[in-house]
C-alpha cells in the first residue's frame, strides 16, 4: 500500500472521529481516545504514521447511548457496524465500528482467517470499545476475563483458518453452542458487573487479549489532546494510561521491522 493513499485513509478516519465527536458532544457521551489513537496523539500529534485504524472508548451505559443514538443522528455517509445492523459481520470481540461508506479495506486477519470472504461492510472504519467495571482483586477480574476467551472461541467457530490445532478444535465445539446463549450470558454478566461503578475499569468482557486495567480516576474527568490538529477526549491521566498499555518507554519509536498496520489494502471511491 502507497504511503500517500494511507495518509488519505487517514485523513477519512479522522472524519469519521470528527462525526463521532459531535454525535458525543451534542448527546452528552463521555468518550475517550484509546491505544495506538492516544498514544499517536502524545507522541506524533496524530497518527501513528504507519497507522490505519482509529480506537476510541467509552463506558458501558454510554457505548449502550451511543448505538442508540446513532440510529437517528449519525449523517449517513456512514453505518454504524454491529452484530445487529450487519448479521454478516463477523468481528463480534469488536462490538462496534464506525465506516465510511464509498471506501474499502482489506485487512491481513481477514485475509488469513478467511473470513474477508463475508459480505459485511467493509469500510474504512473507527473502531469504538465499551468498557465495564471490574473488581479490585487481581483474582475476580482474572474470574471475569474468562468470558471473553468463551466469545473468541464462539466468534472463531466460522474461521476458516486457525493458528494452530488447539484453537481449531476448541472453537469448532463451539460452532454448535447458539449464539442466542453467549450473548445472553454476556448480558447478565454486563448488568452483573456494572451494577456498582467500582474503581477499576477495563475492557469489555466480550473483548479478549485486553487484560489491561485502569483505575478510574486516573480516566475521569476526562482531558483533551490535540489529534491531527482537532481537540478530542482523552483519559486524565494520558501518561499513566498509556504506560499500563505499552510501558514506560511508550514515547520512544519502535524499530522499523515492528512498525507494522493491519491492512493489505485500501480503496476510496468517489
Given at each position: 500500500?502507497?504511503?500517500?493513499?494511507?495518509?488519505n485513509?487517514?485523513y477519512?478516519?479522522?472524519?469519521i472521529l470528527?462525526?463521532i465527536?459531535?454525535?458525543?458532544?451534542?448527546?452528552?457521551?463521555?468518550?475517550?481516545?484509546?491505544?495506538?489513537?492516544?498514544?499517536?496523539?502524545?507522541?506524533?500529534?496524530?497518527?501513528?504514521?504507519?497507522?490505519?485504524?482509529?480506537?476510541?472508548?467509552?463506558?458501558?451505559?454510554?457505548?449502550?447511548?451511543?448505538?442508540?443514538?446513532?440510529?437517528y443522528d449519525?449523517n449517513s455517509?456512514?453505518?454504524?457496524?454491529?452484530?445487529?445492523?450487519?448479521?454478516e459481520?463477523?468481528k463480534?470481540?469488536?462490538?462496534?465500528?464506525?465506516?465510511?461508506s464509498k471506501?474499502?479495506?482489506?485487512?491481513?486477519e481477514?485475509?488469513?482467517?478467511?473470513?474477508?470472504?463475508?459480505?459485511?461492510?467493509?469500510?474504512?472504519?473507527?473502531?469504538?470499545?465499551?468498557?465495564?467495571?471490574?473488581?479490585?482483586?487481581?483474582?475476580?477480574?482474572?474470574?471475569?476475563?474468562?468470558?471473553?476467551?468463551?466469545?473468541y472461541?464462539?466468534?472463531a467457530?466460522?474461521?476458516?483458518?486457525?493458528?494452530?490445532?488447539?484453537?481449531?478444535?476448541?472453537?469448532k465445539?463451539?460452532?454448535y453452542?447458539?449464539?442466542?446463549?453467549?450473548?445472553n450470558?454476556?448480558?447478565?454478566?454486563?448488568?452483573?458487573?456494572?451494577r456498582?461503578?467500582?474503581?477499576?475499569?477495563?475492557y469489555?468482557?466480550?473483548i479478549?487479549n485486553?487484560?489491561?486495567?485502569?483505575?478510574?480516576?486516573?480516566?475521569f474527568?476526562?482531558?483533551?489532546?490535540?489529534?491531527?490538529g482537532f481537540?478530542?477526549?482523552?483519559?486524565?491521566?494520558?501518561?499513566?494510561?498509556?504506560?499500563?498499555?505499552?510501558?514506560e518507554?511508550?514515547m520512544?519509536l519502535?524499530?522499523?521491522?515492528?512498525?507494522?498496520?493491519?491492512?493489505?489494502?485500501i480503496?476510496?471511491?468517489?
Amino acid at each position: 500500500m502507497k504511503n500517500n493513499n494511507l495518509r488519505n485513509a487517514q485523513y477519512l478516519m479522522l472524519d469519521i472521529l470528527i462525526e463521532i465527536d459531535r454525535i458525543c458532544k451534542k448527546n452528552n457521551i463521555p468518550y475517550w481516545l484509546d491505544a495506538g489513537t492516544l498514544l499517536g496523539a502524545v507522541r506524533h500529534k496524530g497518527f501513528i504514521p504507519w497507522d490505519d485504524d482509529i480506537d476510541i472508548c467509552m463506558l458501558r451505559a454510554d457505548y449502550f447511548r451511543f448505538l442508540d443514538v446513532c440510529k437517528y443522528d449519525l449523517n449517513s455517509e456512514y453505518f454504524c457496524q454491529t452484530s445487529d445492523t450487519d448479521i454478516e459481520y463477523p468481528k463480534r470481540t469488536i462490538p462496534c465500528k464506525i465506516r465510511k461508506s464509498k471506501s474499502y479495506i482489506s485487512e491481513a486477519e481477514d485475509v488469513f482467517y478467511g473470513t474477508d470472504k463475508l459480505d459485511f461492510h467493509k469500510g474504512l472504519y473507527v473502531d469504538v470499545f465499551p468498557m465495564d467495571y471490574y473488581g479490585k482483586s487481581s483474582f475476580f477480574r482474572k474470574k471475569q476475563r474468562v468470558f471473553s476467551v468463551i466469545y473468541y472461541l464462539k466468534t472463531a467457530s466460522i474461521f476458516i483458518n486457525h493458528k494452530n490445532l488447539l484453537r481449531k478444535i476448541l472453537s469448532k465445539l463451539f460452532y454448535y453452542i447458539p449464539w442466542s446463549i453467549i450473548e445472553n450470558i454476556k448480558n447478565k454478566l454486563i448488568n452483573k458487573y456494572n451494577r456498582v461503578n467500582d474503581e477499576i475499569i477495563g475492557y469489555g468482557i466480550e473483548i479478549p487479549n485486553c487484560n489491561y486495567f485502569h483505575k478510574k480516576n486516573n480516566i475521569f474527568p476526562l482531558s483533551t489532546v490535540l489529534f491531527e490538529g482537532f481537540e478530542f477526549s482523552a483519559p486524565k491521566n494520558t501518561h499513566e494510561y498509556l504506560t499500563i498499555l505499552y510501558g514506560e518507554n511508550y514515547m520512544e519509536l519502535p524499530p522499523v521491522d515492528k512498525r507494522r498496520s493491519h491492512t493489505v489494502s485500501i480503496e476510496i471511491y468517489e
